[in-house]
């Protein structure tokens, strides 16, 4: 049963054109084009207006990591909705969903988290993550310490918060002054570098860009380290194994609070729950969104680990913070649900050690298609370096936009994947079938020849 009016592909798109206005879309250039209209998805699969079936290598937009159909979690909306679809965590209240994945979430994270603050997106839980943290030092009887250091390219939303947070120039740069407080220091990237450090060399040293900013700043003013395990909209950078070590002895060293933004690392993409357990790092926060619900209905939230949890409580005072929807039931009920389905189906177990190897083995095999200068996967998360020249290592110009002309071969070949510049990143659904990995990795392949072809005719 849809509320949605039945729509020829063309109405669609001239609605599209003329009434909604499109998240992180230069809209004088989508206003000349027509967008593609999804309707349905099943499995790891997305279905256009046009009848195109496409194999969704992006889990949506990196979160449905369950696959698209699921009944149980569409029952579990349904029947929270009609038991009781609203009421807040306010005044006292509380509702059975959200305590009870508060305690569903402290059994599938580190020992020390154990409670759960909830948000409705990713960017509301950086939002509550930056209040929680500079809180946290007001309660300690450091108030100075406010500075937060986030890295360069890392992607924490798009609020004021998230993009102060976050390090993509061009997101930043626009819109006037960021919040204060916020540094930034280097990624690491070590394709992105001139590559004459070891990986593991350039981890360490990268890593230590940080120690030296805390010093620079003075230690008494820096609040808390804040990083995705992996970056993702950055262009899925797997740090080498040397870094998130140093990170968590340097944090240790200068007694600042350690975050990790599992926006996109938690809920089993790196085959662990977090990707802080991955790492083996111990954070004292870990913010979260997307996979939680696998994107079925919008639910974020904060992790927070006893050193903040427990000065909180101990210390007493209002923390005057949270959102309408803090603790929604209904996407409570879902997120149950969808953890229940990682478990039982054993899906996080499947990205260690059954498909995830297997993805991996596969994808690392296109390092033979002339265009691609490298491959990364670490669980279901991976790239694909677009080179001009791999001997003597040559990148292209990026006002050529390789990586727009593979992505467009690759979605008309009926393959998502995104471009993050000249890097194609990857992230489906845990589902996914071996049949289904190959046939990723055989579209891959055809669409970086087509893309060959185009960059040699040009
Ligand atoms: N942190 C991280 C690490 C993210 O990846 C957010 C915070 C913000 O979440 P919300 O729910 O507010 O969007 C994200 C979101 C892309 C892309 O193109 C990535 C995200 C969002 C939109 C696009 O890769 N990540």
Not at 224 to 233: D, K, L
Not at 420 to 428: F, L, N
Request: net charge negative; aromatic share 10%; hydrophobic share 40%.
């Amino acid at each position: 049963m849809s509320m949605v009016e039945n729509r020829s592909t063309s109405e669609w798109k001239d609605l599209d054109r003329n009434h909604y206005m499109h998240p992180f879309t230069d809209h004088k250039d989508l206003s000349e084009r027509r967008s593609r209209i999804i309707t349905r998805a099943e499995g790891v699969y997305i279905f256009d207006s046009d009848g195109n079936k496409i194999l969704d290598g992006m889990s949506g937009l990196w979160c449905v990591n369950a696959g698209y159909g699921r009944d149980s979690l569409v029952a579990a909306a349904a029947n929270q909705l009609t038991e009781l679809p609203y009421y807040n965590s306010f005044f006292q209240c509380a509702n059975p969903p959200s305590i009870e994945l508060s305690r569903v979430l402290r059994e599938i994270t580190q020992a020390q988290f154990n409670r759960a603050f909830f948000a409705g997106s990713g960017s509301e839980s950086i939002d509550t993550m930056i209040r929680m943290v500079r809180r946290y030092w007001e309660l300690m009887d450091q108030p100075e310490r406010q500075i937060i250091i986030a890295r360069k390219n890392a992607y924490h939303g798009s609020t004021v918060a998230g993009t102060s947070l976050g390090g993509m120039k061009a997101q930043r740069a626009q819109g006037g002054p960021t919040l204060p407080g916020i540094e930034h220091v280097d990624q690491p990237y070590w394709f992105g570098s001139d590559q004459t450090l070891s990986p593991e060399e350039f981890g360490l040293q990268t890593a230590r860009t940080l120690a030296r900013k805390i010093d620079e700043l003075g230690a008494n003013r820096v609040a808390a380290f804040v990083a995705e395990p992996i970056q993702g909209a950055g262009g899925v950078i797997i740090p080498p194994d040397t870094y998130w070590p140093e990170i968590q002895r340097i944090c240790d060293e200068y007694g600042i609070l350690l975050v990790t933004d599992e926006v996109i690392c938690g809920f089993g993409r790196l085959g662990e729950w977090f990707g802080a357990d991955h790492y083996a790092v111990k954070p004292d926060l870990m913010t979260f969104a997307k996979g939680v619900t696998s994107g079925y209905l919008p639910l974020g939230g904060v992790m927070v680990g006893d050193r903040v949890g427990d000065a909180l409580i101990d210390k007493g005072g209002e923390f005057f913070h949270g959102y309408t929807y803090s603790g929604h039931p209904a996407t409570c009920a879902v997120a149950i649900e969808n953890i229940r389905i990682l478990q039982d189906e054993k899906l996080v177990d499947r990205v260690k050690s059954d498909i995830g190897p297997y993805l991996q083995k596969k994808w690392h095999k296109l390092i033979e298609h002339p265009l691609v200068g490298e491959t990364r996967m670490t669980g279901m998360m991976g790239a694909l370096e677009l080179v001009a020249s791999k001997k003597p290592l040559q990148k292209f110009d990026s006002q050529q936009g390789v990586g727009t002309i593979c992505r467009d071969f690759l979605v008309n070949n009926g393959l998502v994947m995104r471009a993050v510049g000249d890097t194609i990143v990857v992230a489906p659904p845990f589902t996914l079938s071996y049949e289904e990995a190959d046939e990723l990795v055989n579209k891959a392949w055809k669409s970086l020849d087509l893309t060959q072809a185009a960059v040699d005719n040009n």
